[in-house]
C-alpha cells in the first residue's frame, strides 16, 4: 500500500523558514518523480513544486521560486520542501504527492500557518 | 499557464441521481486531464486520469471523457459518500494547473 506521511509544519512569522518531510513507503520511491502541492484554507489546489526520480531537475511556480527548495533523499525514501522567506500568503495544508504525470497517490497533509 | 474552467462551482443533487461536471482548458490539453475527489477534512484522492481512465480502486460508477479543451466527470446513481469536492487538472504541459472546484451536495 502506498503510504505518504508529511510532518515539519507549524506556525511561523513571516519571513521565517521552515522544512517539511514527506516519509515514503509501500513503493519503490527513487522510480517516481514527487511533488508538494498545497491548499490554502477554503481555497482551490495549487501545485507547488516537483522533482525528478534522481533530484537533478526541479520545477516551481512563479509563486515560490526562488524561495522554495524541493530536495529528495532515496536511499531514505524522503521528499522535502525548504521553504524560505514565508508571507502570509503561504497559509496552507501542504500535500506530499507522487507524480507519474499525474498526481495519483497523496499524503495526509501538513498545515503550515504564517502569521506574527 | 494553462487555465482550467470548472462548472458548475456547487451542485445539489438527490440519491440515485448522474451528476455531470464540465471542464474546459484556455488550449488543447491532448487528454492531458485527471479528476479528484476531495471529502471535508481529507486529502484529495485521484479519480480519473487521461481524462478517461479509472483509477485503481475507483467506482465503475465514476466516468471521465472528452477531449481537445472540454472534458467532463459523471457520476451514475450518486450515493452518499460522493458528497465531496471534485476538481480537475491538466498535467499536459508545466505548471499542473487545477480547476477551482465543485462542490457537490446531497438535495
Known amino acids: 500500500e502506498v503510504q505518504l506521511v508529511e510532518s515539519g509544519g507549524g506556525l511561523v512569522q513571516p519571513g521565517r523558514s521552515l522544512k517539511l518531510s514527506c516519509a515514503a513507503s509501500?513503493?519503490?520511491?527513487?522510480?517516481?518523480?514527487m511533488a508538494w502541492v498545497r491548499q490554502a484554507p477554503k481555497k482551490g489546489l495549487e501545485w507547488v513544486a516537483t522533482?525528478?526520480?534522481?533530484?537533478?531537475?526541479?520545477y516551481y511556480p512563479d509563486s515560490v521560486k526562488g524561495r522554495f527548495t524541493i530536495s529528495r533523499d532515496n536511499a531514505k525514501s524522503s521528499l522535502y520542501l525548504q521553504m524560505n522567506s514565508l508571507k502570509s500568503e503561504d497559509t496552507a495544508t501542504y500535500y506530499c504527492?507522487?507524480?507519474?504525470?499525474?498526481?495519483?497517490?497523496w499524503g495526509q497533509g501538513v498545515m503550515v500557518t504564517v502569521s506574527s | 499557464d494553462i487555465q482550467m474552467t470548472q462548472s458548475p462551482a456547487s451542485l445539489s443533487a438527490s440519491l440515485g441521481e448522474t451528476v455531470t461536471i464540465e471542464c474546459r482548458a484556455s488550449?488543447?490539453?491532448?487528454?492531458?486531464l485527471a479528476w479528484y475527489q476531495q471529502k471535508p477534512g481529507k486529502s484529495p484522492q485521484l479519480l480519473i486520469y487521461?481524462?478517461?481512465s479509472l483509477h485503481t480502486g475507483v467506482p465503475s460508477r465514476f466516468s471521465g471523457s472528452g477531449s481537445g479543451t472540454q472534458y467532463s466527470l459523471k457520476i451514475n446513481s450518486l450515493q452518499s459518500e460522493d458528497v465531496a469536492s471534485y476538481f480537475c487538472?491538466?498535467?499536459?504541459?508545466?505548471?499542473?494547473?487545477f480547476g477551482a472546484g465543485t462542490k457537490l451536495e446531497l438535495k
Open positions: 504527492a507522487r507524480q507519474p504525470g499525474t498526481f495519483d497517490y
Open positions: 509501500g513503493f519503490t520511491f527513487s522510480n517516481y518523480y
Open positions: 522533482i525528478s526520480t534522481s533530484g537533478s531537475r526541479t
Open positions: 488550449e488543447d490539453i491532448y487528454n492531458g
Open positions: 487521461n481524462a478517461n
Open positions: 487538472q491538466q498535467y499536459y504541459d508545466y505548471p499542473p494547473t
